[in-house]
C-alpha cells in the first residue's frame, strides 16, 4: 500500500538554470574547446528547444560573429559578439528538426562550422498555415505569438519558418525593454481562469533573471517604465473582485512601490459589456504610461472601456467608449464623437498613446452595442485595429483610422488581439482569437468552446497583418487562438550571454485561510485513489491537485508541529467565465482542481491532511515553509 | 448569546420577513461544496449573534422565493429587517463578515 499521495519536489526554475549553467562553465574551464571544437549545448536553459550556448576559448581576444544558416541566404540569423577569448555565445533562430549548419567568424577571419540537430516540434506548437510577406521587409524580426490556448509561446520568420519556441506556458503579453530583456508572464499558475506568479525577464535563450512576483498575481499585461520599474496588472489578493489594479514594482527589489485600484474611480454595475459579471466588472486587459500627461491609460474589456488616471493621484482624468448606460455623473468623463464613420470600440485590448496623443486600440467588436437588444452575432461582428484623436479640452473625438472592418466576420475575435504603431501610417493589427464551429463563427470564446463538448467541431485561427498606408505588407495566418503578436529580432543589439544566477523578487503573499472548521471523523487512512491527489512543492509554495465530484465539501489542512492547524477551503463548484483570454491552464476535466498555497506567513514544517465532506484523510506528505 | 440556524420552505420565509424581524436568509444547493461550508460557518455564527433568525431556503425547491428575491446563484445570504432587505452577501463568505453584516 501507498504510504504517500504522489509528492514531487520542484526546484524553481531560476536555481536549476544557475546550477546548469555553472556546470556548463565548468566544462568549458575544464576543457580544450576552440572555434573549431566548441562545447554546444542546446537548450541550456530547459525553456527554448531553438537556442543552444557555444562555448569555447581563443588565444587572443577577439570578436566572433556567429550565422545560423537560413534554408535559403535570406533566413540567416547573424550576430556579433564582442571582444574576449573565453566566449559563451547564445545562437539563436535555430529551425526545429533540421540539421542545423552555424557558421562561426573569428575577428580575423577564420572560419569554422558545426552542425546542432535539433528535435522536432512538439504538437502544441502551432505552424504557420500561409504567411504573405517579403524577406526584405522582415529583415532579422520574428513575429512572436504568445498563446491563448494550450499552444506554446511561439516566433516566425520571413517565411513562415518556426525560429523559436518555448515549451513553457509563458503567458499574456511578451515585450522587449529597451535594454534588451524580454518580459512576459510567468507559467507558474496561481489560480483559475489564469492568474500566474508574476513576470519573468528573460532572454530568449530562456534564461530568466528576473523574476517579478505579485501578491494577487499577475495577467494581461505589464508596462515598463523609463527608470526601469515595472507596472504590472493585478488584483487585491482574495477580493471579491478582480482584474481591477495596477502596481508599480521596483526593478531591483520587486516591491510594490504604488497601486491604483480602479473601484475607487469606476462604478462597477454601470457601464458593462456582454461579458460583465460582478467579480470580473473591468477586465483590465492592458495598461499604458503616458510621460506627456504623466497619465496611465487602461483597457477595461467588461465596460468597453479605455479609461485614463493622473499618474500621482489616480484621479479619473478621461473614459473613451460608448456613454450609454454610465450614470449621468459620470458623463462629463466621456468624449463626444465628431467627424465621419466614427464607431466606438466593444470589448477593446492593447490601448496605447501615441506620440501625437492619439488613442490606439484593437476593438474586438464583441457584442458591438451596450443594449443587449442589439448586441451583435458572431456573423455580424468584425474586429478591427482603430485610431482615435481626442481633444481634452473640448472633450471631443475623431476616428482617424481603423482597418480590419472591411474583413468582416472571418477577421473577428470575440477576444484577446492586439495592435503596435511603428509609426504614422505603419501599423500591427493582431486578430488572434478567430473560431468558427462547423464553419460559422462562433457565438462564444473559442478557447472556452474548444474544450466544451462541441471542441472537435471548433476550428481556431489567428491573423496578423501589418500595414504601411494601408497596404498589407504581411500576414501570417496560424491554426491557434494567440493573445498577442510581438514583431521584434530574436538578438537585441549588442547581446551576449549574462551569467550568474536570477533572482526571485516581489511576494507571493499569504494565502487566505478559512476560519471555520469541518467536523470531520479522522480516518486514520491514506487519500483514495480515486482523487488522484498530488502535491509539487516548491521553494515558495505548493500546489495540491486533486479530482473532486461537483459539490463535494472540501478542505486542505496543514497541520504543524507546534499544533497549529491552518485551513483552505477548496471550491468543487462548478465555475464559469465570461471571459477566458488564455485557455492555457484550463483542464480536459474540469473537476481537476489545482489549489495553490504560498508558503508566507508559515514557518515550520506542515503535514498536509484533506477533508472530503466528513472525512479526514492523510496525504503522508510534510511541508516545509 | 445563540441562536439556532432553522431549515425552511419560501412561504415560511415570506411570513417570517413580514413580521419585520431581522432575518438572515441562506439560499443554498445540497449540490453545492460552498454552501456546504458556509452551513458550517452559520452554525459558528450563530453562536455569536442574537435577535436574528437565520434561516436556510433550498435553491432548488423553492422556486417562487428564489425569483421573489432574484436570487441567481448559490449560496446567497439575503439579510432583511422591518420587512425589507437591507443587505445581501454572494458566495461563500467568512464569519467576521456575517456577523458584521448582521449587525449593519
Given at each position: 500500500?501507498?504510504?504517500?499521495?504522489?509528492?514531487?519536489?520542484?526546484?524553481?526554475?531560476?536555481?536549476?538554470?544557475?546550477?546548469?549553467?555553472?556546470?556548463?562553465?565548468s566544462?568549458?574551464?575544464?576543457?580544450?574547446?576552440t572555434?573549431q571544437?566548441?562545447?554546444?549545448?542546446?537548450?541550456?536553459?530547459?525553456?527554448?528547444?531553438?537556442?543552444?550556448?557555444?562555448?569555447?576559448?581563443?588565444?587572443?581576444?577577439?570578436?566572433?560573429?556567429?550565422?545560423?544558416?537560413?534554408?535559403?541566404?535570406?533566413?540567416?540569423?547573424?550576430?556579433?559578439?564582442?571582444?574576449?577569448?573565453?566566449?559563451?555565445?547564445?545562437?539563436?533562430?535555430?529551425?526545429p528538426?533540421?540539421?542545423?549548419?552555424?557558421?562561426?567568424?573569428?575577428?580575423?577571419g577564420?572560419?569554422?562550422?558545426?552542425?546542432?540537430?535539433?528535435?522536432?516540434?512538439?504538437?502544441?506548437?502551432?505552424?504557420?498555415?500561409?504567411?504573405?510577406?517579403?524577406?526584405?521587409?522582415m529583415?532579422?524580426?520574428?513575429?512572436?505569438?504568445?498563446?491563448?490556448?494550450?499552444?506554446?509561446?511561439?516566433?516566425?520568420?520571413?517565411?513562415?519558418?518556426?525560429?523559436?519556441?518555448?515549451?513553457?506556458?509563458?503567458?499574456?503579453?511578451?515585450?522587449?525593454?529597451?535594454?534588451?530583456?524580454?518580459?512576459?508572464?510567468?507559467?507558474?499558475?496561481?489560480?483559475?481562469?489564469?492568474y500566474?506568479?508574476?513576470?519573468?525577464?528573460?532572454?530568449?535563450?530562456?534564461?530568466?533573471?528576473?523574476?517579478?512576483?505579485?501578491?494577487g498575481?499577475?495577467?494581461?499585461?505589464?508596462?515598463?517604465?523609463?527608470?526601469?520599474?515595472?507596472?504590472?496588472?493585478?488584483?487585491?489578493?482574495?477580493?471579491a473582485?478582480?482584474?481591477?489594479?495596477?502596481?508599480?514594482?521596483?526593478?531591483d527589489?520587486?516591491?510594490?512601490?504604488?497601486?491604483?485600484?480602479?473601484?475607487?474611480?469606476?462604478?462597477?454595475?454601470?457601464?458593462?459589456?456582454?461579458?460583465?459579471?460582478?467579480?470580473?466588472?473591468?477586465?483590465?486587459?492592458?495598461?499604458?504610461?503616458?510621460?506627456?500627461?504623466?497619465?496611465?491609460?487602461?483597457?477595461?474589456?467588461?465596460q468597453?472601456?479605455?479609461?485614463?488616471?493622473?499618474y500621482?493621484?489616480?484621479?479619473?482624468?478621461?473614459?473613451?467608449?460608448?456613454?450609454?448606460?454610465?450614470?449621468?455623473?459620470?458623463?462629463?468623463?466621456?468624449?463626444?464623437?465628431?467627424?465621419?464613420?466614427?464607431?466606438?470600440?466593444?470589448?477593446?485590448?492593447?490601448?496605447?498613446?501615441?506620440?501625437?496623443?492619439?488613442?490606439?486600440?484593437?476593438?474586438?467588436?464583441?457584442?458591438?452595442?451596450?443594449?443587449?437588444?442589439?448586441?451583435?452575432?458572431?456573423?455580424?461582428?468584425?474586429?478591427?485595429?482603430?485610431?482615435?484623436?481626442?481633444?481634452?479640452?473640448?472633450?471631443?473625438?475623431?476616428?482617424?483610422?481603423?482597418?480590419?472592418?472591411?474583413?468582416?466576420?472571418?477577421?473577428?475575435?470575440?477576444?484577446?488581439?492586439?495592435?503596435?504603431?511603428?509609426?504614422?501610417?505603419?501599423?500591427?493589427?493582431?486578430?488572434?482569437?478567430?473560431?468558427?464551429?462547423?464553419?460559422?463563427?462562433?457565438?462564444?470564446v473559442?478557447?472556452?468552446?474548444?474544450?466544451?463538448?462541441d471542441?472537435?467541431r471548433?476550428?481556431?485561427?489567428?491573423?496578423?497583418?501589418?500595414?504601411?498606408?494601408?497596404?498589407?505588407?504581411?500576414?501570417?495566418?496560424?491554426?491557434?487562438?494567440?493573445?498577442?503578436?510581438?514583431?521584434?529580432?530574436?538578438?537585441?543589439?549588442?547581446?551576449?550571454?549574462?551569467?550568474?544566477?536570477?533572482?526571485?523578487?516581489g511576494?507571493?503573499?499569504?494565502?487566505?485561510?478559512?476560519d471555520?472548521?469541518?467536523?470531520?471523523?479522522?480516518?486514520?487512512?491514506?487519500?483514495?485513489?480515486?482523487?488522484?491527489?498530488?502535491?509539487?512543492?516548491?521553494?515558495?509554495r505548493?500546489?495540491?491537485?486533486?479530482?473532486?465530484?461537483?459539490?463535494?465539501l472540501?478542505?486542505?489542512?496543514?497541520?504543524?508541529?507546534?499544533?497549529?492547524?491552518?485551513?483552505?477551503?477548496?471550491?468543487?463548484?462548478?465555475?464559469?467565465?465570461?471571459?477566458?483570454?488564455?485557455?492555457?491552464?484550463?483542464?480536459?476535466?474540469?473537476?481537476?482542481?489545482?489549489?495553490?498555497?504560498?508558503?508566507?506567513?508559515l514557518?515550520?514544517?506542515?503535514?498536509?491532511?484533506?477533508?472530503?465532506d466528513?472525512?479526514?484523510?492523510?496525504?503522508?506528505?510534510?511541508?516545509?515553509a | 448569546?445563540?441562536?439556532?440556524?432553522?431549515?425552511?420552505?419560501?412561504?415560511?420565509?415570506?411570513?417570517?420577513?413580514?413580521?419585520?424581524?431581522?432575518?438572515?436568509?441562506?439560499?443554498?444547493?445540497?449540490?453545492?461544496?460552498?454552501?456546504?461550508?458556509?452551513?458550517?460557518?452559520?452554525?459558528?455564527?450563530?453562536?455569536?449573534?442574537?435577535?436574528?433568525?437565520?434561516?436556510?431556503?433550498?435553491?432548488?425547491?423553492?422556486?417562487?422565493?428564489?425569483?421573489?428575491?432574484?436570487?441567481?446563484?448559490?449560496?446567497?445570504?439575503?439579510?432583511?429587517?422591518g420587512?425589507?432587505?437591507?443587505?445581501?452577501?454572494?458566495?461563500?463568505?467568512?464569519?467576521?463578515?456575517?456577523?458584521?453584516?448582521?449587525?449593519?
Amino acid at each position: 500500500m501507498e504510504k504517500t499521495i504522489s509528492y514531487t519536489r520542484q526546484e524553481h526554475i531560476i536555481t536549476r538554470q544557475a546550477r546548469a549553467e555553472e556546470a556548463l562553465l565548468s566544462q568549458l574551464d575544464a576543457g580544450d574547446y576552440t572555434p573549431q571544437h566548441p562545447l554546444v549545448q542546446l537548450n541550456p536553459y530547459f525553456f527554448a528547444p531553438l537556442c543552444a550556448l557555444v562555448l569555447f576559448h581563443t588565444v587572443t581576444p577577439c570578436e566572433v560573429t556567429v550565422r545560423v544558416l537560413g534554408k535559403e541566404p535570406a533566413g540567416d540569423m547573424v550576430h556579433r559578439f564582442p571582444r574576449g577569448t573565453r566566449h559563451v555565445l547564445p545562437v539563436y533562430g535555430l529551425y526545429p528538426g533540421w540539421d542545423n549548419q552555424v557558421e562561426i567568424t573569428l575577428e580575423n577571419g577564420e572560419k569554422s562550422r558545426l552542425s546542432i540537430p535539433t528535435g522536432p516540434l512538439p504538437d502544441e506548437v502551432p505552424q504557420a498555415t500561409s504567411i504573405d510577406t517579403t524577406a526584405a521587409y522582415m529583415g532579422d524580426n520574428v513575429m512572436v505569438l504568445t498563446a491563448a490556448m494550450a499552444a506554446t509561446p511561439v516566433a516566425f520568420d520571413y517565411r513562415g519558418d518556426i525560429r523559436w519556441y518555448s515549451t513553457e506556458k509563458l503567458n499574456f503579453d511578451l515585450k522587449r525593454r529597451p535594454g534588451g530583456h524580454l518580459l512576459v508572464g510567468t507559467e507558474r499558475f496561481v489560480g483559475m481562469p489564469y492568474y500566474t506568479t508574476g513576470v519573468y525577464e528573460m532572454a530568449f535563450s530562456g534564461k530568466i533573471f528576473k523574476e517579478y512576483r505579485v501578491p494577487g498575481g499577475y495577467h494581461h499585461d505589464h508596462f515598463p517604465m523609463e527608470d526601469g520599474n515595472l507596472l504590472i496588472l493585478t488584483q487585491q489578493p482574495e477580493a471579491a473582485t478582480v482584474e481591477d489594479c495596477c502596481v508599480l514594482v521596483d526593478r531591483d527589489t520587486g516591491a510594490i512601490l504604488k497601486r491604483w485600484d480602479y473601484k475607487k474611480v469606476l462604478p462597477q454595475d454601470k457601464g458593462g459589456s456582454g461579458s460583465q459579471d460582478e467579480r470580473d466588472w473591468f477586465h483590465n486587459n492592458a495598461v499604458w504610461y503616458d510621460k506627456k500627461t504623466n497619465s496611465l491609460t487602461f483597457s477595461g474589456r467588461h465596460q468597453d472601456a479605455i479609461i485614463n488616471l493622473d499618474y500621482d493621484t489616480g484621479d479619473l482624468n478621461w473614459i473613451i467608449g460608448d456613454p450609454q448606460g454610465w450614470p449621468e455623473e459620470m458623463q462629463r468623463y466621456f468624449f463626444t464623437p465628431v467627424g465621419e464613420d466614427f464607431e466606438w470600440q466593444y470589448e477593446q485590448h492593447a490601448c496605447m498613446v501615441l506620440p501625437d496623443g492619439d488613442i490606439m486600440c484593437l476593438d474586438n467588436g464583441h457584442y458591438r452595442s451596450k443594449d443587449p437588444a442589439h448586441y451583435a452575432k458572431a456573423a455580424d461582428s468584425y474586429t478591427r485595429g482603430v485610431r482615435y484623436r481626442i481633444d481634452t479640452e473640448k472633450m471631443t473625438i475623431r476616428q482617424v483610422w481603423q482597418y480590419g472592418k472591411e474583413r468582416g466576420a472571418a477577421f473577428f475575435s470575440c477576444y484577446i488581439s492586439n495592435v503596435e504603431y511603428y509609426k504614422d501610417g505603419h501599423y500591427l493589427v493582431h486578430s488572434g482569437g478567430i473560431g468558427t464551429l462547423d464553419g460559422a463563427p462562433c457565438e462564444g470564446v473559442p478557447a472556452q468552446m474548444k474544450q466544451g463538448p462541441d471542441g472537435d467541431r471548433v476550428q481556431l485561427g489567428s491573423i496578423t497583418c501589418e500595414l504601411v498606408d494601408d497596404q498589407l505588407v504581411y500576414e501570417l495566418r496560424v491554426p491557434a487562438n494567440c493573445y498577442r503578436a510581438e514583431k521584434l529580432p530574436l538578438y537585441y543589439a549588442g547581446e551576449q550571454a549574462e551569467l550568474g544566477a536570477g533572482k526571485v523578487l516581489g511576494s507571493l503573499g499569504i494565502t487566505g485561510e478559512f476560519d471555520t472548521p469541518i467536523p470531520a471523523e479522522e480516518t486514520g487512512e491514506l487519500v483514495p485513489a480515486h482523487y488522484g491527489a498530488r502535491l509539487v512543492e516548491e521553494d515558495d509554495r505548493f500546489t495540491f491537485s486533486a479530482t473532486y465530484e461537483k459539490g463535494e465539501l472540501v478542505q486542505l489542512l496543514l497541520c504543524g508541529e507546534d499544533g497549529s492547524t491552518h485551513r483552505y477551503f477548496i471550491n468543487t463548484a462548478k465555475q464559469s467565465f465570461k471571459a477566458m483570454c488564455v485557455g492555457t491552464f484550463q483542464k480536459a476535466d474540469p473537476r481537476d482542481v489545482d489549489k495553490v498555497i504560498s508558503k508566507e506567513g508559515l514557518s515550520g514544517r506542515y503535514q498536509v491532511k484533506l477533508i472530503c465532506d466528513d472525512k479526514l484523510y492523510e496525504t503522508g506528505v510534510t511541508v516545509t515553509a | 448569546m445563540a441562536v439556532t440556524v432553522k431549515e425552511m420552505d419560501g412561504a415560511a420565509l415570506e411570513q417570517l420577513v413580514k413580521t419585520g424581524a431581522k432575518v438572515l436568509a441562506d439560499f443554498y444547493s445540497k449540490t453545492c461544496g460552498p454552501c456546504k461550508m458556509l452551513g458550517f460557518v452559520l452554525n459558528d455564527v450563530a453562536k455569536e449573534v442574537d435577535g436574528v433568525e437565520i434561516v436556510k431556503i433550498c435553491f432548488e425547491e423553492n422556486s417562487t422565493a428564489v425569483k421573489a428575491h432574484r436570487v441567481e446563484g448559490y449560496p446567497t445570504m439575503i439579510l432583511f429587517e422591518g420587512g425589507a432587505e437591507k443587505a445581501r452577501l454572494k458566495g461563500l463568505q467568512q464569519k467576521p463578515l456575517i456577523v458584521s453584516t448582521i449587525a449593519g
